[in-house]
């Protein structure tokens, strides 16, 4: 199970930082990752941690804007969105890859990631 959360209505230029919980689906080998989704397009990688050793990868649409960090006490990923910009507005969806090693490659690629959660809409106005 994955819930995310902290979505919401922002005007440009403002910070947001999303929030996913994990149960179920934890292990300290896995990788958890951002994506998301506007109507008519595809689903589009933001962001991946690895729990090991917190290295994450960033899509190139939000590299030094968005920053993504772990709390694996809590099992929960965090998305801090900042100088956002309208075209950031889409539904946000967090993602596990489970994987059977602990230092697997981060990768952009949506097929590997096996479980999402539901979705949070974040809104930026101009």
């Known amino acids: 199970q994955l819930q995310a959360s902290g979505g919401g209505l922002v005007q440009a230029g403002d910070s947001l930082r999303l929030s996913c919980a994990a149960s179920g689906v934890t292990s300290r080998k896995y990788q958890m990752g951002w994506f998301r989704q506007t109507p008519g397009k595809e689903r589009e990688f933001v962001a991946v941690?690895?729990?090991?050793?917190?290295?994450?990868y960033y899509g190139d649409s939000v590299k030094g804007r968005f920053t993504i960090s772990g709390d694996s006490a809590k099992n929960t990923v965090y998305l801090q969105m900042n100088s956002l910009k309208p075209e950031d507005t889409a539904l946000y969806y967090c993602a596990v890859r489970p994987t059977m090693s602990f230092r697997v490659t981060l990768t952009k690629e949506e097929y590997v990631y096996k479980y999402w959660g539901q979705g949070t809409l974040v809104t930026v106005s101009s």
């Open positions: 941690i690895r729990w090991i050793d917190e290295n994450t």
